[in-house]
Nanobody, 115 residues
């Protein structure tokens, strides 16, 4: 049974930081590309950041220079370090694992940026 469990979300003031974690089980983690997506109310789910098996990363333009994705294959975990948070970063953040035509999703975690 595949599980992706996100943690680290919450309420933060503008300009603050959060680190999201996604712990994977039931997959050979090192063989999967991992990504973080987010969905704000009334909007479509969008890619925030991705990291491949060989640790090549890509980011949405809106988060470049503020967010950093990383992975630890020894812990089967992917991280999203979010700095200089803005109110428009408020959304439910989802962890995604992908390999070939297979994709798995976490249940999502709320991030709220507000004063």
């Amino acid at each position: 049974q595949v599980q992706l469990v996100e943690s680290g979300g919450g309420l933060v003031q503008p300009g603050g930081s959060l680190r999201l974690s996604c712990a994977a089980s039931g997959i050979i983690f090192s063989m999967y590309s991992m990504a973080w997506y987010r969905q704000a109310p009334g909007k479509q789910r969008e890619l925030v950041a991705g990291i491949t098996r060989d640790t090549t990363t890509n980011y949405a333009d809106s988060v470049k220079g503020r967010f950093t994705i990383s992975r630890d294959n020894t812990k089967n975990t992917v991280y999203l370090q979010m700095n200089s948070l803005k109110p428009e970063d408020t959304a439910v953040y989802y962890c995604n694992a992908r390999r070939l035509m297979i994709a798995y999703w976490g249940q999502g975690i709320q991030v709220t940026v507000s004063s």
